[in-house]
């Protein structure tokens, strides 16, 4: 009764969206995440459902620690998968460096899910942006403050806005065009 706040809620639909006007062409997405994580369970369930729908194979590869995760990237690539969709695991997050690396010498994209990822290296991402994510939470917090709302009267809130980020000099690595679309409206995440 006395508890609200905000939730990181991924909107997996927009970010295979995205993946999928980047590049129309996939027919196989490597979904890494980590069985540890319960966080991963509901992004990961409508990804597949999203895939079935669309006709598009997936592959699953699972993992418990960091070294887990990392050999399941190299197995991943070596099943030739034409992308890597990371949703929202931590674990994957943690060494999405060691993963890009192998990724990238082998010409698989990688699409993020917030703009920390695409900073790393992913190719392009459509999700949270966690600065927004803390100003929704802040003014939501505001409201309980000046009792302009009390905590019991709030639902909890998940972000309102998603943004597009591209990392241009990722795609350029692998020899990726992004399309006009998405570059006029996407937000440039390379470092």
Same mark, same amino acid.
């Given at each position: 009764?006395?508890v ?26 490597g979904?890494?995440? +980590?069985?540890? /994580? ?5 992004p990961? =369930?409508e $990804?597949k ?5 669309? %006709? *598009?194979a ?21 099943d030739?998968?034409d992308?890597?969709s ?17 990724t ?5 994209p990688?699409?993020? +899910?917030?703009? /920390?990822q695409?900073?790393?290296?992913c190719? =392009?991402g $459509? ?6 994510? %803390? *100003?929704?939470?802040g ?9 302009e ?10 972000i ?15 020899g990726?065009?992004i ?7 996407a937000?440039?995440c390379?470092e």
């Open positions: 009764d006395y609200t706040g905000m939730s990181d809620a991924l909107n997996t639909q927009f970010i295979l969206d995205m993946m999928l006007a980047q590049d129309p062409e996939v027919q196989t997405v979904l890494l995440y +980590s069985l540890s /994580e319960p966080n991963s369970t509901k990961i =369930a $990804a459902e999203y895939l079935d729908g669309k %006709g *598009i997936y592959k699953e590869y699972t993992a418990n620690s960091v070294d887990e995760v990392i050999a399941a990237a190299g197995t991943l690539i070596a030739g998968v992308c890597l990371n949703l929202t695991d931590n674990n994957v997050v943690g060494v999405l460096t060691s993963i890009l690396e192998k990238d010498e082998a010409g698989i990688v699409y993020g +899910s917030e703009v /920390e695409v900073k790393l290296g190719v =392009a $459509a999700g949270l942006d966690y600065v927004q994510l %803390g *100003i929704q939470t003014l939501m917090a505001a409201k309980v403050l000046t009792g709302a009390a905590c019991e009267d709030l639902p909890y809130e998940t309102e806005n998603y943004g597009l980020y591209i990392n241009s000099d990722a795609a350029a690595e692998l990726i065009t399309p006009d679309d998405i570059a006029q409206e937000q440039e390379a």
